[in-house]
């Protein structure tokens, strides 16, 4: 996230084209944005929401959560007697209300594609498919994205005044709103609520979010060219639809680096944890683990930053544990965690904090991780534009490859890090210090090699913005490889399996291995895991695959994984089947093989016709109630009936030709049942 401080007031280096008047097409907005909030603070009532367009969008208490989350802690703001102070962060919070059938259950991954469909299930599954896909209301979580502006002015009172413009999206694509907000919210401050319109208009003419892909969105005189996070990374309320969530998720390491792989791809894992690179290694294993986690920061763009980085480093794992880039008090769930007590096990979740009041009240959580530094006591400081750096500029200290030797110990070093520990996360309540208190032994050990292979940045802003670039993708290019070897042993259940050559590919395809704990480990502790991870795990790296057994991430993503295989071995053996040349393939079989081959026809032949027929129906809805994404959802659904009818006009003519061969008692036999004589009418 973006921090920065300002001499004056300065107009964006953008302009609005004199021919847009018209209106936004709201429908078109929510692909993209829920609402654009201005939100100022009040020194008698607080935080007041001044605009929130659309209108009616949010409930009250989700009003007051967003007002309350569009604000840095008072307690953590670094004092500066400048003009105007700007800084641009994101929260993340839980919707108050959702609608009861919103999204496909895990009981209802698991079915998808059974060998088994029942007219109920298939009609269950388009409507769910649907329904996640056009109600962004059904969204569990909500995404903030702030352009916070503090302005000092003495003549004000308490010296000063404070708003924020949010953009609210169910969607964590922070490589589209960081820049939108560096857009708009200058904007704002220059031309008022117009500037809410105008980038309303612009956004509800985008195309519609296609994940994984990099993207051109017009906005007034610019482009904004991004790469959105990949289907299989983003959380299936997030508004898409099942198919899409669960394409591209092969688990193997992509070759074009351009491609993000996980949520918030272009976080800055160098510049974040720069003062803690040698425990990389063991964020990686408490968030693949689902640890609960404290991050501690000066500002809400720090805390929300080392958030951010903490996700993206376990890609393309599903993230599936809670994160929280900035917390407040103010936050519903805090009321829970504050009344937890000793020995209460603290829920899977990444909370960012910039209040010290946290380090007292969650004192139960088990790791506490503080990232960040102070502002510098100057009157200048310098905006480095936003590439992937989410730092200050100008550090305390600049990064020295020293700082990476592991051979460096001195007395004094290893006399401050028992003094750290002895003092606990407590001692950041009188300084602030870049530091890690966790009991956990880490099983994965740093790999020096790809310490040594990043680059000194020296002390220039412009060559420390670069070097960071190429420090990030050094560090994400490892963890990508890292778990993506990590997650290789389960590949197996996985696999999906082909017709061969000369069977029939009507019969039911065998189904997919099944998974029993114990015995993957047990066949894992016999094969090993690898000469990647052996190289870089101690040898009780199978306690590592245990405690991700436990956790909250590993089931998510394994339902989705198999549910992606299945459907994937679904779509190979219906390719199969038109490809068939069903003279040759019954010309081999025997006459009970043939009645079977017949049954099975059948049954995949009325499948499809029932398919097609609740598509229609969903799609007629779709027309009627001009939801969201119906264009994207019409197209789709188009090309779907279309593959359809081929499918039905294929299987009807095989099923013709076996019923042709059949002995003319059993085709008189097979006529008695009304709905099978529908089926074997003559084709037109």
């Given at each position: 996230?973006?921090?920065?401080?300002?001499?004056?007031?300065?107009?964006?280096?953008?302009?609005?084209?004199?021919?847009?008047?018209?209106?936004?097409?709201?429908?078109?907005?929510?692909?993209?944005?829920?609402?654009?909030?201005?939100?100022?603070?009040?020194?008698?009532?607080?935080?007041?929401?001044?605009?929130?367009y659309p209108p009616g969008c949010l409930t009250q208490n989700e009003e007051l959560e967003v007002a309350f989350s569009s604000f840095p802690d008072s307690v953590s703001q670094h004092q500066n007697r400048l003009s105007i102070h700007d800084c641009i962060f994101f929260f993340r919070f839980q919707r108050q209300k959702s609608p009861p059938q919103g999204n496909l259950t895990s009981s209802e991954i698991t079915e998808i594609d059974d060998k088994e469909i029942s007219?109920?299930?298939?009609?269950?599954?388009?409507?769910?498919?649907?329904?996640?896909?056009?109600?962004?209301?059904?969204?569990?979580?909500?995404?903030?994205?702030?352009?916070?502006?503090?302005?000092?002015?003495?003549?004000?009172?308490?010296?000063?005044?404070?708003?924020?413009?949010?953009?609210?999206?169910?969607?964590?694509?922070?490589?589209?709103?960081?820049?939108?907000?560096?857009?708009?919210?200058?904007?704002?401050?220059?031309?008022?609520?117009?500037?809410?319109?105008?980038?309303?208009?612009?956004?509800?003419?985008?195309?519609?979010?296609?994940?994984?892909?990099?993207?051109?969105?017009?906005?007034?005189?610019?482009?904004?060219?991004?790469?959105?996070?990949?289907?299989?990374?983003?959380?299936?309320?997030?508004?898409?639809?099942?198919?899409?969530?669960?394409?591209?998720?092969?688990?193997?390491?992509?070759?074009?680096?351009?491609?993000?792989?996980?949520?918030?791809?272009?976080?800055?894992?160098?510049?974040?944890?720069?003062?803690?690179?040698?425990?990389?290694?063991?964020?990686?294993?408490?968030?693949?683990?689902?640890?609960?986690?404290?991050?501690?920061?000066?500002?809400?763009?720090?805390?929300?930053?080392?958030?951010?980085?903490?996700?993206?480093?376990?890609?393309?794992?599903?993230?599936?544990?809670?994160?929280?880039?900035?917390?407040?008090?103010?936050?519903?769930?805090?009321?829970?965690?504050?009344?937890?007590?000793?020995?209460?096990?603290?829920?899977?979740?990444?909370?960012?904090?910039?209040?010290?009041?946290?380090?007292?009240?969650?004192?139960?959580?088990?790791?506490?991780?503080?990232?960040?530094?102070?502002?510098?006591?100057?009157?200048?400081?310098?905006?480095?534009?936003?590439?992937?750096?989410?730092?200050?500029?100008?550090?305390?200290?600049?990064?020295?490859?020293?700082?990476?030797?592991?051979?460096?110990?001195?007395?004094?070093?290893?006399?401050?890090?028992?003094?750290?520990?002895?003092?606990?996360?407590?001692?950041?309540?009188?300084?602030?210090?870049?530091?890690?208190?966790?009991?956990?032994?880490?099983?994965?050990?740093?790999?020096?090699?790809?310490?040594?292979?990043?680059?000194?940045?020296g002390m220039s802003p412009r060559v420390e913005e670069s070097m960071s670039v190429v420090n990030n993708e050094i560090l994400r290019r490892h963890f990508l490889e890292l778990t993506t070897n990590f997650l290789a042993p389960f590949g197996p259940y996985f696999r999906t399996i082909t017709p061969s050559e000369g069977s029939s590919p009507f019969i039911d395809p065998p189904p997919l291995p099944s998974f029993n704990a114990d015995e993957f480990l047990s066949s894992?502790?016999?094969?090993?895991?690898?000469?990647?991870?052996?190289?870089?795990?101690?040898?009780?790296?199978?306690?590592?695959?245990?405690?991700?057994?436990?956790?909250?991430?590993?089931?998510?993503?394994?339902?989705?994984?198999?549910?992606?295989?299945?459907?994937?071995?679904?779509?190979?053996?219906?390719?199969?089947?038109?490809?068939?040349?069903?003279?040759?393939?019954?010309?081999?079989?025997?006459?009970?093989?043939?009645?079977?081959?017949?049954?099975?026809?059948?049954?995949?032949?009325?499948?499809?016709?029932?398919?097609?027929?609740?598509?229609f129906l969903v799609n007629s809805i779709l027309l009627n109630s001009l939801e969201l994404f119906l264009p994207c959802c019409l197209q789709q659904s188009g090309l779907a009936a279309a593959d359809s009818a081929a499918t039905c006009h294929k299987l009807k003519g095989d099923l013709h030709a076996v019923y042709n061969i059949l002995p003319k008692d059993m085709q008189e036999l097979l006529l008695v049942n009304p709905q099978r004589a529908a089926l074997l009418q003559?084709?037109?």
């Amino acid at each position: 996230m973006d921090e920065r401080v300002v001499d004056m007031s300065r107009s964006p280096s953008f302009s609005v084209k004199q021919e847009l008047s018209i209106k936004p097409d709201l429908e078109s907005l929510q692909q993209w944005v829920v609402a654009f909030c201005i939100i100022r603070f009040d020194l008698e009532q607080g935080q007041l929401i001044e605009d929130c367009y659309p209108p009616g969008c949010l409930t009250q208490n989700e009003e007051l959560e967003v007002a309350f989350s569009s604000f840095p802690d008072s307690v953590s703001q670094h004092q500066n007697r400048l003009s105007i102070h700007d800084c641009i962060f994101f929260f993340r919070f839980q919707r108050q209300k959702s609608p009861p059938q919103g999204n496909l259950t895990s009981s209802e991954i698991t079915e998808i594609d059974d060998k088994e469909i029942s007219s109920r299930s298939s009609k269950d599954k388009i409507f769910n498919r649907s329904k996640s896909r056009n109600n962004s209301r059904g969204s569990k979580y909500l995404y903030g994205y702030v352009f916070n502006r503090q302005r000092h002015d003495e003549r004000l009172k308490r010296g000063g005044e404070q708003r924020s413009v949010v953009i609210l999206s169910h969607c964590p694509y922070s490589s589209v709103f960081r820049p939108l907000l560096q857009i708009m919210g200058p904007l704002y401050f220059d031309i008022g609520k117009k500037a809410i319109e105008h980038i309303a208009a612009y956004v509800s003419m985008w195309p519609s979010p296609v994940p994984g892909k990099l993207m051109e969105l017009p906005i007034g005189n610019a482009t904004l060219k991004v790469n959105l996070p990949p289907s299989h990374s983003l959380p299936l309320e997030s508004g898409m639809l099942f198919e899409e969530s669960t394409s591209s998720m092969a688990p193997f390491l992509p070759n074009n680096q351009s491609v993000p792989q996980g949520l918030f791809h272009d976080s800055d894992i160098f510049g974040t944890f720069r003062g803690l690179l040698l425990q990389l290694w063991v964020l990686w294993e408490l968030l693949l683990i689902g640890e609960p986690i404290l991050i501690i920061a000066p500002t809400p763009p720090q805390c929300c930053e080392a958030v951010a980085s903490l996700v993206s480093l376990i890609a393309p794992l599903l993230c599936s544990i809670d994160f929280r880039p900035y917390f407040t008090i103010h936050d519903p769930e805090f009321a829970h965690l504050n009344a937890l007590q000793e020995g209460d096990t603290f829920p899977p979740m990444v909370l960012g904090v910039t209040n010290l009041f946290f380090l007292k009240s969650l004192r139960n959580i088990p790791h506490v991780v503080s990232v960040g530094s102070l502002a510098p006591n100057s009157n200048r400081a310098t905006l480095a534009s936003r590439a992937s750096t989410g730092r200050i500029a100008g550090r305390a200290e600049g990064f020295g490859l020293q700082q990476l030797s592991l051979k460096k110990f001195s007395p004094s070093n290893l006399f401050n890090a028992v003094k750290l520990r002895r003092d606990g996360p407590l001692c950041l309540m009188t300084e602030h210090k870049e530091a890690i208190w966790s009991t956990y032994a880490a099983t994965t050990k740093p790999d020096t090699s790809i310490l040594n292979r990043l680059i000194d940045a020296g002390m220039s802003p412009r060559v420390e913005e670069s070097m960071s670039v190429v420090n990030n993708e050094i560090l994400r290019r490892h963890f990508l490889e890292l778990t993506t070897n990590f997650l290789a042993p389960f590949g197996p259940y996985f696999r999906t399996i082909t017709p061969s050559e000369g069977s029939s590919p009507f019969i039911d395809p065998p189904p997919l291995p099944s998974f029993n704990a114990d015995e993957f480990l047990s066949s894992l502790s016999a094969r090993g895991a690898g000469k990647f991870l052996l190289k870089r795990m101690r040898s009780n790296w199978l306690d590592l695959y245990r405690r991700f057994l436990r956790g909250s991430n590993f089931m998510p993503w394994f339902q989705r994984r198999r549910a992606a295989a299945e459907q994937e071995q679904h779509r190979l053996w219906r390719q199969a089947r038109m490809r068939t040349d069903i003279q040759l393939l019954i010309s081999k079989m025997s006459e009970l093989e043939i009645v079977d081959s017949f049954n099975a026809i059948e049954r995949h032949l009325s499948q499809e016709i029932q398919m097609r027929s609740w598509t229609f129906l969903v799609n007629s809805i779709l027309l009627n109630s001009l939801e969201l994404f119906l264009p994207c959802c019409l197209q789709q659904s188009g090309l779907a009936a279309a593959d359809s009818a081929a499918t039905c006009h294929k299987l009807k003519g095989d099923l013709h030709a076996v019923y042709n061969i059949l002995p003319k008692d059993m085709q008189e036999l097979l006529l008695v049942n009304p709905q099978r004589a529908a089926l074997l009418q003559v084709q037109n």
